[in-house]
């Protein structure tokens, strides 16, 4: 349990180090998608939803980038 929270802790936290995602958004894509793998794993669509067009390309360019 232990290694498990703080694993999610630690992947929040670089979400949240993202310039132009901030605590909100994270808690709104932690919400819809549970899981860092999920959120990883979503299309630009399912991201500009929950987060908008700017703030979903920002995360899917980090994410394609840095192997994270």
Do not use: N
């Not at 909100?24 to 549970?34: A, D, Q």
């Not at 630009?44 to 908008?52: D, H, N, R, V």
């Amino acid at each position: 349990f232990h290694r498990q929270k703080r694993s999610s802790d630690f992947t929040r936290s670089v979400l949240i180090s993202l310039p132009g995602l901030g605590a909100k958004s994270v808690e709104k894509l932690y919400k819809s998608f549970r899981t860092f793998d999920s959120i990883k794993g979503a299309g630009f669509e399912e991201l500009s939803k929950i987060i908008g067009r700017k703030r979903a390309q920002l995360l899917i360019d980090y994410l394609s980038q840095d192997q994270v």
